[in-house]
């Protein structure tokens, strides 16, 4: 089973620049998500998805950031203009959903990482 | 709010002794999951265990054991006859359970552990 894509792996841009991450979660997988990592920290949760639909967004900086997973697959991630402290590890991850007869939904909580892009902003 | 602290930054220890990772959440939430991931250098996380806040077992996966206490809101992961390939940074993370499905993870700072030879 191939894992999480994402690309680019590396990119360096300079400060008031715009630039994308692309993201291709594993093949059935409802659950989409972003995390910032800077350096010599955890992970922090920008956005969720459930299939084209945010769940979450409070910690995503809307005034720079924006993300989208139209068709419910992939995703992309956007920094617009960027700044020095945007210098980070993007991870994009997935998970997949369980749904009871009933209708309600499970999102399983194992979360499955891509490589990551790692983004530096001069 | 949801906090996950671990309070080791680094720790350094020869092959082949014991060492233990400390992890202490702090949560509102009655449902809830942690996790640890290991990150190599590599750096691409891998998941190593889930537990949910009703099963406070201990669990034991070959050179790995962890022990959940709720009662002091703690998550410990312990390696037994550590070796080099165990050298990464570890993170313990939270998850709750909102009842439309799971949040994303909270992760803490991650502790740096290192094998050497």
């Known amino acids: 089973e191939a894992g999480v894509a994402q690309s680019p792996r590396y990119k360096i841009i300079e400060k008031r620049q715009s630039v994308a991450f692309w993201c291709n979660p594993i093949?059935?997988?409802?659950?989409l998500y972003w995390y910032q990592q800077i350096l010599g920290q955890g992970p922090k949760l920008l956005i969720q998805f459930q299939n084209n639909g945010v769940v979450d967004d409070s910690q995503l900086p809307k005034d720079r950031f924006s993300a989208e997973r139209l068709k419910g697959v992939d995703s992309t991630l956007k920094i617009q203009p960027a700044k020095l402290e945007d210098s980070a590890v993007y991870l994009c991850?997935?998970?997949?959903?369980?749904?009871?007869?009933?209708?309600?939904?499970?999102?399983?909580?194992?979360?499955?990482f891509g490589p990551g892009t790692r983004l530096t902003v001069l | 709010a949801q906090k996950v602290t671990q309070a080791q930054t680094e720790i350094s220890v020869v092959e082949k002794e014991d060492v233990t990772l400390d992890c202490v959440y702090e949560?509102?939430?009655?449902?809830?999951?942690l996790f640890w991931y290991k990150q190599p250098p590599s750096g691409e996380l891998v998941f190593l265990i889930r537990r949910n806040s009703f099963d406070e077992q201990n669990e034991i996966s070959g050179r790995y054991s962890w022990n959940f206490q709720k009662s002091t809101s703690s998550f410990n992961f312990t390696i037994t006859a550590s070796q080099v390939v165990d050298s990464a940074v570890y993170f313990c993370a939270l998850s709750a359970y909102s009842g439309g499905g799971a949040d994303g993870l909270t992760f803490g700072k991650g502790t740096h552990l290192i094998i050497q030879p």
């Open positions: 991850a997935s998970s997949f959903v369980v749904v009871r007869p009933s209708g309600r939904v499970i999102v399983h909580n194992e979360q499955f």
């Open positions: 949560t509102r939430d009655t449902t809830y999951y």
């Open positions: 093949s059935g997988h409802a659950t």
